[in-house]
């Protein structure tokens, strides 16, 4: 197959970190490699953000980045890059040219709008091109939890249903996704699963571990925005100090992306604040960014990765720590209850509840031999079910449904060989 990606604002080249550079990146990132490494071409088109970026980028023999003009050509916020849109679009459907592909993905509800608006134009150049959808996060569930500090368009809600509606498929990353589209009028029978993944050679049980500073260690790993839930963690450890329990230390990896340090970020001095006039401040370590490569390290160093976001569409970071053997301690929201086994590879507790999260984490610091268990049951589980490979093959039958269910149902592959044999021929069908 020929695959075009479409991801506006998250480039699968771009540093992770910043304020927009996250899981979206990394999934897009590794999604394209693996769909190219099963032997498909795979090209991405996302947004150029730097004058100084090249036009294309090869990664892989069957793998290319293409920077498509579209608005000016620096860092501009997701929520402001609606308007840019058609430009994108028409960038897309310029490098197609002649050759359109079999199928194009878009990535977040504004690459569905370049992604339909470039599907349409093929069409009605007589190329037709199928239209396969991830979401990664919805504006209702945004809006339902943010309120009035969603800065989303206003027009999301709407577009994005429109959106939904529209694609020929949309592949859900989780299953309370599922519920969420049907709300938005789209029907379960167009709707596919295919999780995130992870990738078992970088996070894996064996490797360095980095060393702590107390007996215990509990890690949260996100952007220091508040509905990442790490100030909850920061309430549990006083909790666990109340319990009696000052052997654990927290160790928060992460940044908002808005500053160049954590002593200018606004949601880094309000966690520290917090920390000391809750008597935990010399137990809690904030780390900032972390690299990558570093990562693994850091996780293996835990006890148990802490995950208590109010929302979460679907969440790596559990599944990297499953992937170094440590047990997650997940808020029961979204993604995290389909990726986290309760009482087999961590535990669940209740969105934005302190206490239910100190109570997990002595638990799991109180037993090493049943933490040991539930980070060997992680790792099995990732490995079955979350390597990239396998979230490729789950993507792969997803297009095939949407080229199957297409009108006529011949691939564009399939389209552009029938036309050549009856060029052959001199036009006389076989």
Known sequence: MRISMVSEHASPLAAL??????????????????????????????RRDDAALPDRVRTHPRLEVVHVTAGPARSVP??????????????????????????????????????????????????????VQTFHALGTVKRRHQGGDDTSPSERLMLEAMVG??????????????????????PGSRVSIAPCGVDLELFSPQGPVEERGRAHRIVSVGRLVPRKGMDLVIRAMADLSA?????????IVGGSGNSASLEEDPEAQRLTALADALGVGDRVVLRGQVSRAEMPAVLRSADAVVCAPWYEPFGIVP????????????????????????????????????????????????????????????????????????????????????????????????????????????????
């Open 165 to 186: 509606r529209s694609a020929d498929r949309i592949v859900a990353t989780c299953s309370d996704e599922v519920f969420e589209l049907k709300a938005m009028g789209v």
């Open 17 to 46: 970190g910043g304020v927009d550079a996250g899981g979206q990146n990394v999934h897009v990132a590794e999604l394209s490699l693996a769909l190219a490494r099963r032997g498909h071409d795979v090209t991405v088109y996302t």
């Open 243 to 251: 319990r009696g329990r000052d052997d654990v230390e927290l160790v």
């Open 319 to 430: 599944l990297e720590a499953m992937a170094c053997g440590v047990p997650v301690i997940a808020a029961a929201v979204g993604g995290l209850v389909d990726t986290v086994v309760h009482g087999k590879t961590g535990l669940h507790v209740p969105p934005q509840d302190p206490a239910a999260i100190a109570a997990a984490v002595d638990d799991v610091v109180s037993d090493p031999g049943w933490a040991g268990e539930l980070g060997a049951n992680g790792y099995r589980r990732v490995k079955a079910r979350y390597s990239w490979s396998r979230i490729a093959a789950d993507t792969e039958k997803a297009y095939q449904t949407a080229l199957g269910a297409a009108a006529p149902a011949q691939p564009a592959t399939a389209r552009r060989s029938a036309a050549r044999r009856l060029e052959s021929t001199g036009g006389r069908a076989l």
């Open 78 to 131: 997701k929520d402001m890059l609606l308007p840019y849109m058609s430009e994108l679009a028409e960038g897309i459907v310029e490098d197609w040219g002649e050759d359109a592909p079999d199928i194009v993905h878009g990535h977040f509800w504004m690459s569905g709008i370049a992604a339909l608006d470039a599907a349409r134009q093929s069409r009605s150049a007589g190329r037709p091109v199928q239209v």
